[in-house]
């Protein structure tokens, strides 16, 4: 998830969090208008080996029994880049050859449920999110509870809050992880 913290400042959360292993990409911009950072923390008794990071994603294979792979997600926020989001997504997609769980944030709204107030999403936009997810093999996990996971702090009708966050898996994944 979007951690808006520096790599430094994100080191000494994982020390301070009792991990021995972590990886932290950091955030862009100051004070508050901060956007971004990812973080990745692990002990080292896990075989965790990273394949490749960027500002908006951080890939890595697990060895366990299995082989399986990792990916956090942090979206282009801005709406003219966020096919660029799931581009990415499908570039992973193309090296992962096992079991996979893709997380985080996002920052799209997959469907008209997922968005209450404010502009109505871009239909083509929705289509070319729900066509990768399908591409690549993936399917939303769900979730219980509230049915957002930002708002942008309004009150009233400027309220807007959105689904941004979100876990898929592979079936592969799922048939594997599923509880008993």
Known sequence: MET???????????????????????????GRERA???SL??????????????????????????AWSVTGIYGFPDEVNKKKTWALIQELASIVSYSWLCFGDFNDVLSLPGKQGGDPRNFEQMRIDTECIKLCGLEDLGFTGYPFTWANGREGEEHIPC???????THLFSNRFAPI
């Not at 400042?9 to 911009?29: A, D, N, P, T, W």
């Not at 908006?56 to 697990?62: A, D, P, S």
């Not at 689904?163 to 898996?169: E, F, I, K, P």
């Open 36 to 38: 971004g950072g990812l």
């Open 41 to 66: 923390m692990w002990n080292d008794n896990l075989g965790i080996s990273i394949t490749s990071f960027s500002l908006n994603h951080i890939h890595r294979k697990v060895e366990d029994e299995v």
């Open 4 to 30: 808006k913290l520096s790599e430094n400042e994100m080191e000494k959360v994982i020390i301070r969090c009792g991990y021995s292993c972590g990886l932290s990409v950091g955030c862009l911009g100051q």
């Open 163 to 169: 689904r941004l966050d979100r876990v898929l898996a």
